[in-house]
């Protein structure tokens, strides 16, 4: 009774590990892509921060 329950134990533990691999790359690609998403974000805030500095010189020097 004992190696039944063992055996069918470590069939439950062999099911959920199957069953992880599969959601943990599937979180993995979703985690790439929104850090892909989030980068270009970034470099678009970036250049219009530096497109928004250059205004600013520019206004300055008409001022001038």
Known sequence: ME???KK????VLFICVIALVPL???TMAKM?????QLRTVS???DSLENE????????EELGK
């Open 24 to 26: 943990n790359c599937w």
């Open 8 to 11: 069918r134990g470590l069939l």
């Open 3 to 5: 190696e039944w329950i």
């Open 32 to 36: 790439v892509r929104i850090e892909r």
């Open 43 to 45: 470099y678009a805030i």
């Open 52 to 59: 928004i500095d250059s205004m600013e010189v520019r206004l």
